[in-house]
Structures are given as C-alpha cells and as structure tokens.
C-alpha cells in the first residue's frame, strides 16, 4: 500500500494541556482510515497539524516519505492535502461561490476577479452533491447542512491526494449521506488517501478499510476492519464496553405541560406558502417526546415558533399547564419555563469567545446580580462551579473558553445555561450532533434525569436509533406536517421511517 501521508510520534501541547502525546497515523492511497475516539481524544488537533492549521509541534510528518513542515494551510494544499472541517469554516456574509473559491480566486486577463467563472465552477461542484441552490445566495442564510455540503464541495475542488473529513456527515440528510459516499468510493477508485472521522459506527463500518483508535491524546491501535469488531474499537475508545450506553429509567408522567393546537407558519422566503402547516401535538410532564423526520421536515422551525424566535409569520395556540399563553419573543418563552438548546450550538448556543461561568449564568442573570443591579463575582462563579461539577464539564476552570472545550462539553454548557432557568419544559435540538460515544452517554443520562424531575422534554433527532432509545412517544414529520405518533411498544425503525418519507 502507498502511504501518501503518515504522522510519526506527534506531540502537541497546549496551556496545561498535553494534547497529544506521541500519535501516529497513515493515509493510504485508495483506502479509507476511519479515525475514532472520543471528543477530547486529540483527532481534530492532529487533523490540523496535517493540514497545515498548527505549525508548532514535535514529531514528524511525512508526504511521500520525505519529512514536510508546513508554514500554513495553503503550503499542505500545495503537497494535495485538504481537510472538511466539522465545525463549519466559511465568512456568513459573502455568498457560496466567494466562499468555495476564498482565497484562490480565479482572475480574468485584466487582472480581476472572474466571478463568472467562479459561479460557474461553484455550480458544478454542488451539482455533484445534489445541491441545487443559486451560489450568490448568502452562507448565512443557508441551513447547516447546506452549509456542510459546501464546506465539502469546497474541499473538493482542490482535487487533493489525501482528503481528511471530520464528520461530514453530522448535518446531513439520509440521502446528502449517501451521495457523499458515493464520491467518497470514486475518490477511492481514482487513488486518494482518506481519513474519516465519524461517531457513527454504522458509517465507519460502511466506508472504512482500516481504523485508528485514539483515547486521551494517545494511539491506541490501527486495525483492518476485518479483525475486529465494534465492542473492541467502542472498548477501546472509551475504555469500557459498549454495552448500556442509552439511559432510561420508567418514571411516572404528569399533566399536560405543553400542548400546541393548530400551528402554521408562512416560509420567510415565500409568503405564499407554508413550512409548517397545521401542528398539533403535546408533551407531559415526565416525559419525553421525540420527534423524528427527515431534513427540511420543519422539525427546528417547530420549535423556533414555539420558542418565539418567528412571531410575524405564526398562527395558531399554545398552552402551558392548560392556560393559553402568548410568546411573541424568546423571553416570554423563558418567562413561561421554556428552554430551547438550539442545533447549532456554537453559533446560536454559546458565545465562544467568553468563559465557561459567564456561557452558564447568561440566560439567568437576574439569579447573580446585587441589590444594586451589578453581576456578583462570587455568585457567578458559585453557579458556575456547580453546574461544572453535576454535569462533568472536563476543563482545567471555570474560566477555560468554551470555544477550546470539546463538542460534548460545549454541549453540557449550553444544557447548564438552560437549567439554571429551572425550566418545565425542555427542548433539545439534535443534542448530541457531532459528539462522541461516551458524552452521548452522558447527555442521555442527563435527558433521563430531568424527566424523572417532572420536565417535559422534546427531543429533535436525526438519529432514528437514538430517538427510539430517549423517548417515551415519537411523532414523525414530514414537509411541515405531523405524522403518525408511536408509543413505546410500536417502536421500529421501520415504521418510523415509512411514516416519516415524503408523500
């Protein structure tokens, strides 16, 4: 096998820190290595050294067997090296093809930017993904997955020899899935190296030809595919078993805590017709209720419009404990007991350049201030330290920035922000998108726990498995409309699914 890149016995520090500690890892020419371990693990870290992101660190790295030091990212492109970021990489104020071609801009003869020819390009790449979409549209008003299938169609377009995808997929549609994997077997056949990084080990058993294994900074193994299993990667990744890793306790249900009758909402861009059309449903204290559907179903919409985020464009009734209540913006909704932990959660969830006590105490200040209206330091940081330790955020303070913490840990900030309201009503917008194993854990225990307290929790997910395991009832959705609702005993996958396939 050609090794196109290998990573020797990297070691990379941050402040307090040993982020990685000796890491090896190869990308081999037409194979696919799938990269595994939980957040906090060091992948993303050495997927950066490889590309050129950072430049400081010890070891070696080696493109065709000579030793390279890349200065910046544009030098690792340069040697056929592109990475898909999982956390979005794009300026939400410039349009598609700008971004795609940011920084290499094609010139015309006079020596300007030749956009024709970048939108012309920009249309060919995203034809390739499906994704039939105007490139002068702005990135900002695109949903997240549309912004991850540009992300990918911008990575390749370089054409690169070795190609590192850090969970594609985690915005994805069932069938945005499929079609990346299908340039992912040409890519194969047309002699790239790929490192894919992924929770899903559905995903990993699909795609990979071998798999590397990291915990806590350290190589644990690379095996074939063919000689192991799913337990001993999972076992080796979280050094436990695999087994138990979805939570749910039997605990009784209360009254009807939210109940929404006749819920419509216009389409922001076409006034003249419905994203949602006509929802009803309800949630009891006690329990949680999942609600499954494909993207673009209306499943976020929903709970925008409930939240207050789109008032303008709703009709319809919404009750709280039985007495009918007007949200026209998210402080009502608060003001009510309702809590929203949004899907994209680094940019509509946190602010990441503060710290972890101040990401914590911001949707409940009123809790932290002094008579005279100033925020109390030794309150903020007693909450702070708190919620730190019931939800087992892993950082080295209570001031670390949440932007350096894993997905997991940013993800229990945003659940401690929300908490501290001391909401009735809890909703979980993709909750653990784009975290590992053992924090999915964590976050399902969560879920389980306040339950048991008497919160109702709606559950949005992707992952059919995941909302069967969470959730006492699901509903399904499909082109802004309820579907069938299942109770626990009618789970299958199956029959979720067919009821949640467009008409």
């Known amino acids: ?3 196109i890149v290998e990573a020797r016995n990297i070691t990379k520090r941050f402040p307090g820190v040993l982020a990685l500690d000796k890491v090896c890892l190869r990308i081999v020419a037409g194979k696919v290595n799938a990269l595994v371990g939980e957040n906090g693990a060091g992948k993303s870290t050495l997927m950066n050294i490889l590309s050129g992101v950072y430049t ?10 000579q030793v390279c030091q890349f200065s910046n990212v544009t030098d690792a492109q340069k040697k056929g090296i592109a990475i898909i970021h999982q956390e979005l990489n794009h300026i939400p104020y410039m349009n598609i093809a700008e971004n795609m071609f940011l920084g ?8 300007t930017v030749d956009y024709s020819r970048m939108h012309k390009e920009a249309r060919e790449q995203l034809s390739r993904l ?3 979409i105007d490139t002068h549209t702005m990135m900002a008003d695109l949903r997240v997955g549309q912004q991850q299938l540009v992300e990918i169609g911008k990575a390749l377009m370089l054409n690169a020899r070795a190609l590192i995808m850090d969970e594609p997929t985690s915005s994805l549609s069932e069938s945005e899935t499929q079609t990346l994997f299908s340039i992912i077997k040409e890519l194969k056949e047309q002699g790239a190296g790929i490192v894919y990084i992924s929770h899903k080990m559905s995903e990993v058993w699909q795609l990979a030809d071998f798999v590397t294994i990291m915990r806590d900074g350290k190589h644990m193994a690379e095996k074939q595919m063919k000689d192991t299993d799913a337990d001993e990667i999972v076992s080796m990744m979280v050094g436990r078993e695999s087994n138990g890793l979805y939570v749910r306790s039997e605990h009784e249900t209360g009254g009807c805590a939210l109940e929404v ?12 017709r419905l994203a949602l059309n006509n929802i009803s449903l309800h949630v009891r204290h006690g329990e949680v209720l999942g609600i499954y559907g494909l993207m673009g179903a209306g499943r976020t919409e929903l709970l925008e419009c409930i939240f207050g985020l789109h008032p303008s464009l709703v009709t319809g009734q919404i009750f709280v404990d039985g007495c ?3 949200i026209k913006h998210p402080s009502d909704a608060v003001n009510y007991g309702i809590a929203l932990c ?3 959660r680094k940019r509509e969830g946190l602010v990441l350049g503060m710290p972890i006590r101040k990401n914590i105490t ?5 809790q932290i201030v002094t008579r005279i209206g100033l925020i109390s330091r030794r309150k903020e940081d007693g909450v702070a330290g708190e919620y730190r330790q019931r939800l087992g955020i892993k950082s080295y303070s209570a001031e670390q920035l949440a932007e350096q913490l894993s997905g997991g840990n940013q993800q229990k900030i945003v659940l401690g922000k929300w908490m501290m309201t001391q909401p009735k009503i809890l909703f979980l917008d993709e909750p653990t998108r784009g975290i590992d194993i053992n924090a999915k854990h964590e976050i399902y225990r969560l879920i389980d726990q306040m339950a048991a307290q008497g919160l109702a929790v709606i559950v949005v997910s992707s992952e059919l498995t995941e909302i069967m395991s969470v959730s006492d009832r699901i509903i399904t959705m499909r082109q802004g409309r309820t579907g069938e609702c299942f109770l626990r005993h009618e789970f299958t996958e199956e029959s979720i699914l067919k009821a949640s396939l467009p008409l």
């Open 324 to 326: 009918p209540v007007s």
């Open 342 to 344: 949004p899907e994209d």
């Open 362 to 366: 911001l949707a409940a200040l009123q």
């Open 56 to 65: 400081d660190y010890e070891g070696d790295v080696l493109v065709d067997g």
């Open 104 to 111: 290499r801009e094609p010139l015309t003869c006079a020596g």
């Open 1 to 3: 096998m050609a090794v």
């Open 130 to 132: 499906h994704l039939d």
């Open 261 to 272: 009758k006749n819920l419509s909402m216009r389409d922001p861009e076409h006034s003249n």
